[in-house]
């Protein structure tokens, strides 16, 4: 079996490539580091009683591309 090239696919191309082979963990710790530094994870806090709008809040700045600027 071919190895793929983890490093020189995009971050997209890196989800794709994680959906259909969901076993490979090098490749899913990739994808969640590099999500995590271009500011497409949103993390939410479950004790907050606004979280639903916290999170509505933080999925718009990322579809607005202002992402980052907390």
Avoid: C
Wanted: proline share 3%; hydrophobic share 30%.
């Amino acid at each position: 079996m071919t190895e793929a090239n983890l490093e020189a696919m995009s971050l997209n191309e890196l989800r794709q490539y994680i959906l259909t082979h969901r076993q490979d963990q090098k490749a899913f710790h990739l994808y969640v580091d590099r999500s995590k530094s271009s500011d497409r994870m949103i993390a939410i806090d479950p004790g907050d009683p606004n979280w639903e709008n916290t999170l509505e809040q933080k999925i718009q700045q990322v579809s607005t591309g202002e992402a980052g600027s907390n």
